[in-house]
């Protein structure tokens, strides 16, 4: 049974960090096969978004609005990827939601609500 368990969201002010991470568990074929990890984020009456993705070879892409600003890493050895999110925003605020991507799989987590104030 795969689990994605997510933490690290939460309430900062405008300029301020938070961490996420994510760590996927299952079985021994479905950790093998995980591609890329990832995350994506929703506000109210917006479409979900990608905010930024790691590939299995460490490549990473970002969003436009969070290049320079946030950071995606990965533990291979715990199956867990972090987001560290610096100069937060306002306009940051959504829940985020981890996503990845096995061989035939395409699992999301929970999410976890990010809240920039101003």
């Known amino acids: 049974q795969v689990q994605l368990v997510e933490s690290g969201g939460g309430l900062v002010q405008a300029g301020g960090s938070l961490r996420l991470s994510c760590a996927a568990s299952?079985?021994?074929?479905?950790?093998?096969?995980?591609?890329?990890m990832g995350w994506y984020r929703q506000a109210p009456g917006k479409q979900r978004e990608l905010v930024a993705r790691?590939?299995?070879?460490?490549?990473?892409n970002y969003a436009d609005s969070v290049r320079g600003r946030f950071t995606i890493s990965r533990d291979y050895a715990k199956n867990t990827v972090y987001l560290q999110m610096n100069s937060l925003k306002p306009e940051d605020t959504a829940v985020y939601y981890c996503?990845?991507?096995?061989?035939?799989?395409?699992?999301w987590g929970q999410g976890t609500q990010v809240t920039v104030s101003s």
């Open positions: 790691v590939s299995s070879d460490g490549s990473t």
């Open positions: 299952g079985s021994i074929v479905y950790i093998n096969s995980i591609n890329s």
């Open positions: 996503n990845v991507v096995a061989w035939a799989r395409n699992d």
